[in-house]
């Protein structure tokens, strides 16, 4: 009881001021920002869900029986290029696919509705045609700007699946570095489910404050895999095949994604 009142007041304390609704001016903010360290522009987030392993909820059947054959509840989270989460889901059940996840929480639904005060159209850095949305990136799991299938893949989409992956790794190494703080996240947790998401609920404040007062500064130790991604087949609308084929020709066209590409054999995912 103790534990679950103390975790639900840092997440009402905390979550006002380190993971407020973002507006317009802090949207272009955060798409400043992965381009700066990501090289990908229009990005206002990256999206991922991470498994919380937990002893089986009492009378909860196989809904929370995942994939990896344990039993979990999802963390859906929005990164930024500091590694700051800018919304959280926690709770869904460990069966569900990464895409309904998104589809039921609250930021999908903002998202679907056109409710999240994103910036206009803008073109992309050094073009003047077309005017490009704000995206946010995903793996291949969300039918978002995600990569492409690497099934014969061309130069020109190859290094657009780079740069996709640049900056969609971040909620990763978030991820990670919420792990490696909150080292309890790292085994199973055997509280209630309602005292279990409390608890990730307040690591994931804990997360952000810590983040802000270091200045975004402090290091851990992570591993990065820019592994090919393996294709779920989740299908995109064509209005989104045509937005990433904008962005395939924009990373293409640009000098240093030409240099890459060649210079780098493609050896990229």
């Known amino acids: 009881m103790v534990v679950r009142e103390t975790c639900v007041a840092i997440w009402d304390v905390l979550h006002p001021a380190v993971m407020a609704q973002p507006q317009k001016e802090d949207w272009l903010q955060i798409a400043d920002n992965f381009f700066q360290s990501c090289n990908f522009p229009n990005c206002v987030g990256a999206i991922d869900g991470k498994h ?3 002893k089986k909820p009492i009378r909860s059947g196989s809904k929370f029986f995942n994939y990896k054959k344990y039993f979990s509840f999802v963390l859906f989270a929005v990164c930024d290029a500091n590694y700051c989460f800018r919304y959280i889901d926690v709770g869904s059940y460990g069966s569900s696919s990464d895409s309904a996840v998104l589809g039921h929480s609250a930021f999908g639904q903002m998202l679907n509705n056109n409710e999240l005060d994103l910036p206009g159209n ?7 045609y077309p005017a490009m949305p704000f995206v946010f990136v995903g793996d291949e799991a969300f039918a978002l700007m995600r990569p492409y299938s690497s099934r014969g893949l061309s130069i020109a989409r190859r290094v657009f699946n780079y740069r996709l992956t640049r900056a969609r790794r971040v909620v990763e190494c978030a991820f990670g570095i919420l792990a490696n703080k909150w080292r309890f996240l790292h085994s199973p947790i055997h509280l209630k489910l309602e005292t279990t998401i409390s608890a990730v609920k307040a690591a994931c404040a ?3 404050f810590v983040r802000v007062q270091d200045g975004f500064n402090f290091e851990d130790s ?8 393996n294709p779920s087949g989740v299908r995109g609308t064509r209005h989104g095949a045509a937005v990433q084929d904008h962005f395939t020709a924009y990373f293409f066209s640009t000098t240093w994604g030409v240099t890459l590409a060649i210079g780098s054999h493609l050896s990229l995912c």
């Open 52 to 54: 919380i392993r937990v």
């Open 122 to 128: 803008t073109t992309l850095p050094g073009t003047t």
């Open 206 to 208: 804990l997360h952000n």
């Open 222 to 229: 992570l591993s990065y895999s820019l592994e090919s991604p």
